[in-house]
Every structure is written in C-alpha cells, then in structure tokens.
C-alpha cells in the first residue's frame, strides 16, 4: 500500500482496513511508521491495537518506547498488553525494569507468561529469578508452568543455584500438571546429584503422565 492509501485506510470505519493499514507499515521506515501506529493507539479495536503494539516494537523511535509503555500499563485488554510487553523486550535492557514492575502490577496470566519469556530471551538472571518467584506464589496453573520453565532458563548463570534449590521442593505439589513440569526443568540440571535424585523420585511418581515426562526427557 502507498502511504496515502494507509493514511486514508487508517481513518476507516472498517477495522479490517484498518488493520491492514497498520499491517502495511511494516514496509515503510519508523519516521513514516510511527507517528501513523501512534495514531491509532486507542483504537477501538483491540486486535488493530494489537497490531500497534506488535508494529512499535518493530519501529524503533524516541516515540515509540514510551508509547508501549502507555500500553502496558493503560490498555484495557491483556492481548494488546502482552503484545506491548513483547514488544518493549526488542529495546534490550532498559525495558527490564518496567517489565519486572508490570509483572508485579498485572497479574493477567498471558501478560505474566510474555513477560518471562521475555526476561529469558533478554538473558537477566536477577530479573527473571525474581518474576520466576513471584508467578510462583501465585494461584495461576500456567503461569506456574511457566515460572517453572524461566527457571530452567537460569542454567548456567549465577542464578543457577537458587533456581535449583526453588524446584526440588516442587516434586512434592499436588498437581500433576506442575510436577510433570518440574520434571521437564529438572533435566537441564544435567550437572546436579539433588536434580538427579528428584528426577529418580518422580520416575516413581503416582500419575504416568508425571512419570511419562521423566522417561521421555531422558530419551
């Protein structure tokens, strides 16, 4: 799409246009980018917000930070906030603070879920234990999982330690769900004599399922 057709689609009655509109600046530079998506930050349609978020991220600016921002902590509707989340992660460690502070703030499972992810491709030990801990103490079965999946991530960092020393205890949790995943965790401790002998522990664990994911992991 010419820019003016974008400009013209943006301004539609019509979300799918739009949508397309937005999806169509993908191709255009952040100077001609951004100031266009910012426009439509309050969209009244989430998914075109979406779309905003996601093409932010992507168009890197003085404007464009401090926009997701105002997405992550005002948007009504947890897929834009998780998109705005992802998006903050592309401009590296600055974001890891905000990030941190929203996974405090919102305890939405899909923006929790995307903030870890997030904490983990951006390779901060300290931060990512810390929500790790946090989704933890929660009462949100996936974002359990997925706290249990950051801290497998903290292999081979200083956090190594503390990560294996918050799992083991979690072999004896009532849901399967999370011991199978303990188990999945427990096998990046390759190194470590307690993750062996919690892995040897759940090889006898009461659901197949749990004891399934033992044996499959060590194929």
Sequence with gaps: MELHQIQTA???SNSQDRLKAVTAL????SEDAVPLL???INDPDFLVRSFVAMGLGRKQSPDSFPALLELLKRDPDPNVRSEAANSLSYAG???ISHLVIAFHQDNHWLLRRSIIA??????????????CLCGLDGEDITVIEASIE????LVNTHKQQAALETLLPAIASPEWRIRRKVAWALQQF???????EALQALSQDEDHR???AVLENRL
């Design 10 to 12: 943006l301004n539609s």
């Design 26 to 29: 993908k191709d255009y530079s």
């Design 38 to 40: 910012m426009s439509k």
């Design 93 to 95: 460690q600055v974001a």
């Design 118 to 131: 997030a904490l983990a491709d951006l390779g901060h030990p300290e931060a990512l234990l810390e929500v």
């Design 150 to 153: 950051g801290l497998a991530c």
């Design 190 to 196: 390759a190194d470590s004599e307690a993750a062996q």
């Design 210 to 212: 749990v004891v399934a």
